[in-house]
């Protein structure tokens, strides 16, 4: 049954650059609306700039602009990215909309009805020179807690204590530099504490599947036990000058703060791209898709960074406010590049543009994230290193090779018409027919890494299948019945080819597009993964479809992005905070490897589901391990340590990318680590509890 859906993805904020950890989720929820679509879905893809707030009113008057000026430009810049990565918005609009500010108004004054917003007095930071109250991350000073200095208002990035901006030692704004005043302001707050709050809340986010496990446990943390909730009121204004909405009634001295009017802009966008579609009934749609009742689902994708907004504060405003509660909140989690946090020194603070200016397809990061994410708010590493090899192994040397393998001798031999498959009962052909489920499974649940793993397989299947029947050969043959051969196995080699593109296509639009126009198709749909092509249809002659990445792009990539490269940015209105360096004289250890070598080790949790001695090998025992979305066999020679019975369930480190060795019980498929000498005997090395099976080791 076709479902109707309402997807959409995390704001980004208006005043900075979209960077590759951005497109983690936008690459991420893209995929997943691309793949509903094919199966036949309505889906609605809607997202905008996030655009309110401090620091685009700030960012405005240093660059001499207007925020709507500033605004318009980054959109601009947004759109223009996120088109070059192939993310397909349905609408991509603007916070700072009309349709939005009805939307904060009408979500306010029920929620005003519903007795949930109060008044309190704040006391904050004030700068006498801007004549501004001050954001916490606005505030610096001395750490109260370890007395390190330039800490932010809010947390400290030496010792990870958490604090009111306030209680700084030596407190200065960032914004001029002066000491703050400290003034008191009447502001509006949202009661999350009450109690038809938490009753709410705690039933949406426990015991339903609308947060993943780990969310919903952290959830939980949040809310405290029943009775005792650990909820505090939601500070929903701010005083002018604020770039934002004025509050009904305040006689625009007070405005909703950024993260209320932010996810109300999901259903600004909506309804603009409503009115701009005359195809759609505006009236239905915004009652089916925005207000409580029907079948419509309500998809929100997001970083984990910001679960606390979009699982308690959304939800709350939008079920007191009469509007639909999400039906989903996915969360995933950030980007590390070759396994640290991404730098600007070490050239891995990526942007988007920079990485289209260095000649780097966005198709190849596009695959490479799916062959890497899941459904989980684990982290996820691009290994530039690892990148480079997966995309030039996976989709140059098995699933392009297949077609550059068989479509020539088609041109050649029969004018690229294929012969007729209909009653050809081909063991392979019918392994892809039957994978279609399985992998429309995957992409379904985000296991887009399980779905590329069954994907590559399958390219695999259809490269032995290729080198079994040795077209090559038969070509040279002047045999009729060979002949007949050839025309047999270049047709099913390219069947299994378009096959590929159907499942391929949710992540490689644009690759897609190239194979379609390859072989005279309008548009692949999934169901297209279960038909051959008809007897005669003719494709056309094979053409260059994707090269290979080449280290020289990783360089420029690098290069472009490293800081030396980046013109410094400065304002005169910031305290200089720069600290003095010492270089460190260090001596390498000729056995010393760098981090860059220790980052392609794969180590991840496995937990052992199943072990047996090993009949004929005295030290080996048979391990069959689950990693979370796959099991592994693995040998592992600790049978004079442990008795297999007493080692299922136990959990263990396992080396997930080691070359599977074949042995003459079968074959391994990674290694467990163990400590041992000679004198102490072997010793599993063991997660600790908490962990489960897929974490990442690092």
Known sequence: MAKRILVTS????????IHLGHLVEYIQTDIWVRAQKMLGHEVHYVCADDTHGTPVMLKAEQENLSPEQLIEHVHEEHSRDFYDFGIRFDNYYTTNSPENQQLCEEIFGSLSDAGLIDEKEVEQFYDPIKQMFLPDRY??????????????????????????PTDLIEPYSTVSGAKPDRKTSTHLFFKLSDARCEHFLREFTQNTDRLQPEAANKMKEWLGEAGETK??????????????????????????????????????SFLNYLTNHQSLDTTKH????????????????????????????????????????PTKIFAHGFLTVNGQKMSKSRGTFITARSFLESDLEPEWLRYYYAAKLNDSMEDIDLNLSDFMTRVNSDLVGKYINIASRSANFLAKKFDGKLTDLSLTDNEVMCCFFERSETIADAFEARQYSRGIREIMALADRANSYIDTQKPWELAKSASHTDIEKLHEVCSIAINLFKILTVYLKPVLPTL???????????SLKWSDSKKCLPRGHVIKSYKHLMGRVDQKLIDKLITLNSQESIEPKT?????????????KNTVENASDITIDTFNKIDLRVGKIIEAKNVEGADKLARLKID?????????????????????EGKLVVVVANLKARKMRFGES???????SNEESGIFLISPDSGAVPGMQVK
């Open 627 to 647: 990693l979370g979305d796959e099991q592994r066999q693995v040998f592992a020679g600790i049978k004079s340590a442990y008795n297999p019975e007493d080692l």
């Open 669 to 675: 498929q990674g290694m467990v680590l163990a400590a």
């Open 10 to 17: 995390a704001l980004p904020y208006a005043n900075g650059s």
């Open 571 to 583: 304002h005169s209105s910031e305290p200089n905070t720069k600290k003095m360096t010492v270089k």
């Open 139 to 164: 505030v610096k000073g001395t750490c109260p807690k370890c007395q390190t200095p330039d800490q932010y208002g809010d947390s400290c990035e030496a010792c990870g204590a958490t604090y009111s």
């Open 231 to 268: 909820l505090s009121d939601w500070d929903i204004s701010r005083d002018a000058p604020y770039f934002g909405f004025p509050i009904p009634g305040t006689n625009e001295t007070k405005f909703f703060y950024v993260w209320l009017d932010a996810p109300v802009g999901y259903f600004g």
């Open 512 to 522: 897609a597009a190239g194979v379609e126009g390859f072989l005279s198709l309008t």
């Open 286 to 325: 915004t009652q089916d898709f925005l207000r409580k009742g029907g079948e419509t689902e309500l998809i929100h994708f997001i970083g984990k960074d910001i679960l606390y907004f979009h699982a308690l504060f959304w939800p709350a405003m939008l079920e007191f406010s009469k509007f639909r509660t």
